[in-house]
């Protein structure tokens, strides 16, 4: 673990015995003790309904680019790599070049499996930004003292989505965006040569499967917003499993807070989770306190998935990708 990382690590872990030292354990321990188990049992399959979409949406992308293993295998490499990003931050950089890997090691092509990987990531965030923006607008509207501000991240997300959204345009077009970018690179640094060109060779597989098949990207979209309906049960199921009832703009701002948590640059957003469900809910008038008790509860969430995907790790046998020795690297 870098320096960086350990640092984050100790100031997230400063700032949930902060939050402790201010509320106690007394409401969350109390609200562990009160858990349905039957409810626990409905809410962990929900939760393999979202894995299995996340591969089955993975592996119909990745179909468009040659053969593909099974959908057992997508699973456990998107359970693994789920686990790999939130351990090493931010965002899911780590996750998907592990995504990439794997799949390169059971054969297929590098920049094809990369392509695949991008263009499931591409999905995934129009889901999120849609979904972001309609949670923000349910908020706004139920809220009184911070409409203004829920506006401007409406707006802020919309324009990222607007920005992705031209992207796969430029795409489909045959328009490189990467191309003079990557040609700038090139000369000032060209020990990056062989990278950049494989990035070159990702954005052409994108753009053939855009030209040649447009229907698998507005499949991955659509997919994407039923994981995004999938994972709001997902939500729900678990608070009210642990006696935590909340309305819709509630659990839209507790699943807002658990995606911006995750661009912390604490392992497996500590601190960064807990906080956010304090400073969020309480944005729109719930109790500092109940905050707390559901950071703790999305505190067992995490803990609970990241268990798993070590356990996957060790156990499934992939192939994990390995480096090619430096005599054997060939540089055009």
């Not at 997230?12 to 354990?25: E, R, S």
């Not at 321990?29 to 188990?37: D, G, I, K, P, Q």
């Not at 965006?177 to 060779?201: C, E, F, G, K, N």
């Not at 098949?213 to 994972?231: D, K």
Request: net charge positive.
């Amino acid at each position: 673990m870098r320096l960086g990382q350990i640092l984050s690590a100790v100031a997230g872990l400063a700032i949930i015995a902060g939050l402790i030292a201010h509320f106690g354990l007394t409401d969350l321990a109390a609200t562990v003790a009160r858990a349905n188990v039957a409810m626990l049992l409905l809410y962990v399959g929900v939760s393999v309904t979202v894995l299995l979409l996340y591969s089955f949406r993975w592996q119909r992308i990745a179909a468009t680019f040659g053969p593909v293993p099974s959908i057992r295998r997508f699973l456990t490499v998107r359970v693994i790599a789920d686990g790999v990003s939130s351990l090493i931050p931010p965002g899911r950089v780590a996750g998907d070049s592990l995504r990439i890997g794997m799949l390169h090691a059971d054969g297929s092509p590098g920049a094809m499996a990369g392509a695949s990987v991008v263009l499931d990531r591409f999905c995934e965030a129009m889901g999120n930004m849609v979904v972001a923006v309609t949670y923000m607008g349910i908020i706004a509207l139920n809220s009184t003292g911070s409409a203004a501000r829920l506006e401007a991240t409406a707006l802020t997300m919309s324009l990222l989505l607007v920005f992705l959204l031209a992207i796969v345009v430029l795409l489909y077009l045959g328009i490189a965006p990467m191309s003079r970018p990557v040609a700038m690179l090139t000369r000032l640094i060209p020990r990056l040569r062989p990278l950049l060109q494989a990035l070159i060779r990702v954005e052409q597989h994108l753009h053939d499967t855009l030209r040649d098949r447009p229907a698998i990207f507005l499949q991955g979209v659509g997919l994407s917003l039923l994981i995004e309906m999938a994972i709001a049960c997902q939500y729900a199921l678990l608070l009210h499993a642990f006696g935590i009832d909340v309305s819709l703009p509630q659990l839209g701002m507790v699943i807002l807070g658990s995606g911006l948590a995750r661009a912390a640059p604490s392992p497996a957003a500590l601190g960064a989770l807990e906080a956010s469900q304090v400073a969020l809910l309480g944005a729109i008038g719930v109790a500092p306190q109940v905050g707390f008790v559901v950071g703790g509860v999305l505190r067992l969430h995490e803990t609970f998935w990241l268990t798993v995907a070590a356990l996957l790790a060790l156990t499934s046998g992939l192939r994990w990708p390995q480096a090619a020795p430096a005599a054997k690297v060939s540089v055009p």
